[in-house]
């Protein structure tokens, strides 16, 4: 799914795609963003009742698996860095074949 990656604009991501932030591309493209739309908001302020609009937030960090050094550094430490989801632990297989 090519398009997925690069040309669909997560919300999670900023409205950025993923290849963008992928490839470094984030601070880019949220800066032509805020080019236009102040250049809208100077053209066209009635438009923008609540003041000069300002594009999404890029991603800080993102992920599908974190790093394997966070992994370890979870494993050894009970306090989850404030950074990282908060995710209940899945349940084991045996734990799922117990209840069928």
Avoid: C
Wanted: no cysteine.
């Amino acid at each position: 799914m090519p398009q997925y990656n690069t040309e669909h604009h997560h919300s999670g991501l900023g409205l950025l795609t993923a290849a963008d932030v992928h490839h470094g591309l984030a601070e880019q493209r949220v800066a032509a963003r805020a080019t236009v739309l102040a250049t809208a908001y100077a053209a066209h302020p009635e438009r923008f009742p609540a003041g000069p609009p300002h594009p999404a937030a890029g991603p800080v960090e993102v992920w599908i698996n974190p790093p394997k050094i966070l992994v370890r550094s979870q494993a050894s430490s009970s306090a989850q860095p404030s950074h990282l989801p908060t995710r209940a632990p899945s349940p084991s297989m045996s734990a799922i074949a117990a209840r069928s």
